[in-house]
């Protein structure tokens, strides 16, 4: 029953926590402003871009999960789902109709057509451009009922790709991110990110707690989630028996549990907060960043003015 404690998704892992499985990590030792760079280029660069700049960012996400040093068995469970659902999604937007457009008014008008009959011994025209279906399976026979053909048109397989691109970007850039970056880091950069707007009056230090308190929550909900999934491993409930309504019913006491569970931890650690005064670190005393940057950080700062460089010239294609 401890397979939540096998996805660490959005937890960051220490060193000390690897098991001596690859516990020097380049990637954490990078700037965290620059990681967080990297990731909004990944969440960025997909918008309006091409099939194949998506598809690069997938395999350029899927070589720095490879050669990053982190240890195995952080993402040798997580990542195989996420491939999975990706692959889910885009095959369900590829496959189900994608609809057609209004038809586009003509440019010229018809009376200007004219058909110029060929020879006796020409060969017959042939159709030119690219086909708009990709491929055709039907019809289908789902039992006694006879569907349609499937249909994979280009415009349906364009949104196939970029939907299972772009869930699998944002979830996995996010999570690496997360991953090598301590929560306290993380606080800093953003509000190092931030810091101008303190001139416009905003919380900027608040705003940075908050993410921060967020941050360490997380653990405190798989866990309240982990504990009631056992509670009803350990009566044997079957759900089949209960027939669906009451397994609704079940799952919703089980949802209003989870909540009264994590407001209950929430008002526990606000209570501990406002008996030490209410008080916390500002975010320069989190962190402090190092005088000189490392050599995989100014690689890293190379290799993105290079990505951006290619977004501006092939992230159309």
Known sequence: MDWLRQLPI???????????????SWLKRLDPRLKLVWTVAFLVTPILAGPLWRL??????????????????LWRQSLPLL???????????????????APASL???PGELRLVPGSPGAAAPS?????????????V??????????????RSAELGINGATLLFTVIHSA???????????????????????????????????????????????????????????????NLRRLGWKASLGLVLAVGERLLAN????????????????????????????????SGASLAAALALVGLLALRWKVGAL
């Open 10 to 24: 959005g937890q960051y892992v220490d060193d000390g926590d690897a098991r001596g499985e690859g516990g020097g």
């Open 56 to 73: 690069a960012l997938v395999g350029l996400l899927l070589l720095i999960t490879a050669v990053s040093g982190l240890p195995w068995r």
């Open 83 to 101: 491939i999975a659902l990706a692959l889910l999604v885009g095959l369900l937007s590829a496959l189900l109709p994608a609809g057609g457009g």
């Open 107 to 109: 440019q010229r008008p």
């Open 127 to 139: 159709r030119a451009g690219l086909p708009w279906e990709l491929v055709r399976w039907g019809p």
């Open 141 to 154: 026979m789902a039992g006694p009922l006879e569907l349609g053909p499937l249909v994979v048109t280009r």
């Open 175 to 237: 999570n690496l991110l997360l991953l090598s970056t301590p929560p306290e880091e993380l606080v800093w950069t953003i509000s190092w990110w931030l810091g101008p707007l303190k001139a416009l009056g905003w919380p900027v230090e608040r705003l940075g707690f908050t993410l921060l308190l967020s941050l360490r929550f997380l653990p405190l909900v798989q866990e309240e989630l982990q504990n009631l999934l056992r509670s009803i491993a350990t009566r044997a409930v």
């Open 262 to 293: 994590v407001l209950l931890r929430s008002e526990q650690g606000a209570e501990a907060l406002m008996a030490r005064g209410g008080l916390w670190l500002p975010p320069d005393r989190l962190h402090q960043p190092a005088a000189t940057p």
